[in-house]
């Protein structure tokens, strides 16, 4: 088979694989028909599986019937484009803030936006955090005409997000259950401190301050950040070291 029509034939087992009207490929032999729409109906329920373990908040904020045919829709289309399940769903969130019959649970792709944080956490490589001990030594080298031109990276299984929803709560009622109102904007701060990712409300800012370490910015340029946006920086760069958010 020549390079142009096996792509060609892999598009068009992609798409009748996705496409449960399609008929099945021509390469397909007769009387495989059958067979083919097995395989093609387990590839569909092995990646709405796949979703539904990465979006556990999601699917019992919406229920499990509405979580599954959503994700129906959602493989169909959207392929994988990695062998590696645990990354699938990519794209999730921004498909959920187009997707209709969702549109009263606004919150719900920030949602999705903070478990797949999650996700990227657990799999992020090691790093040993920057301990309150340790910075206080090196604020204490710096000395104070110094202190606000220090830089710290981020640890690499950190992540944070601002939300206009109270998102961290959403997400503990999602799967822990509660009761009670819920109200106001969140920021959620993703860390790895164990083996598991954890997930706390951060100070208004936080997001800012790790974002401007990530992109090689000082402590002054942090706090600037931070206090435009309303932020008590001391506050959010205490939750970042407590919470080892900071690399060592």
Same mark, same amino acid.
């Given at each position: 088979m020549q390079p142009e029509e096996e792509g060609a034939y892999q598009a068009e087992f992609t798409a009748a694989?996705?496409?449960?009207?399609a008929q099945a490929p021509s390469a397909i032999a007769s009387g495989q028909e059958r067979r083919f729409a097995v395989y093609r109906n387990n590839v569909i329920v092995s990646l709405v599986e796949a979703l539904a373990a990465a979006y556990p908040a999601v699917q019992a904020l919406v229920g499990?019937?509405?979580f599954n045919a959503a994700a129906g829709l959602f493989v169909r289309s959207h392929p994988p484009s990695s062998p590696l399940m645990i990354y699938y769903g990519e794209g999730f969130a921004e498909w959920l803030e187009r997707f209709e019959p969702a549109a009263n649970l606004p919150y719900l792709p920030?949602?999705?936006?903070?478990e797949r944080?999650?996700?990227?956490?657990r799999n992020a490589a090691d790093a040993e955090p920057l301990s309150q001990q340790g910075f206080a030594q090196i604020a204490e080298r710096a000395g104070a005409e110094g202190l606000g031109g220090l830089r710290f990276a981020p640890h690499p299984a950190t992540r944070a997000l601002a939300s +206009?929803?109270? #998102?961290?709560?959403?997400?503990?009622?999602? %799967?822990?259950? @509660?009761?009670?109102?819920?109200?106001g904007a969140e920021t959620a701060l993703v860390t790895r401190p164990q083996?598991? +990712?954890?997930? #706390?409300?951060?100070?208004t800012g936080t997001d %800012?301050?790790? @974002?401007c370490f990530a992109q090689g910015g000082d402590l002054t340029q942090a706090a600037e950040q931070v206090a435009e946006a309303g932020g008590d920086f001391s506050l959010a760069l205490s939750t970042l070291i407590q919470n080892g958010a900071i690399r060592g």
């Open positions: 694989l996705l496409d449960p009207n499990e019937a509405f920030d949602v999705a936006r903070l944080l999650v996700l990227e956490a +206009a929803y109270p #998102i961290v709560s959403i997400h503990a009622r999602a %799967l822990l259950g @509660g009761e009670g109102e819920l109200r083996d598991e +990712a954890s997930i #706390i409300a951060a100070p %800012l301050a790790l @974002g």
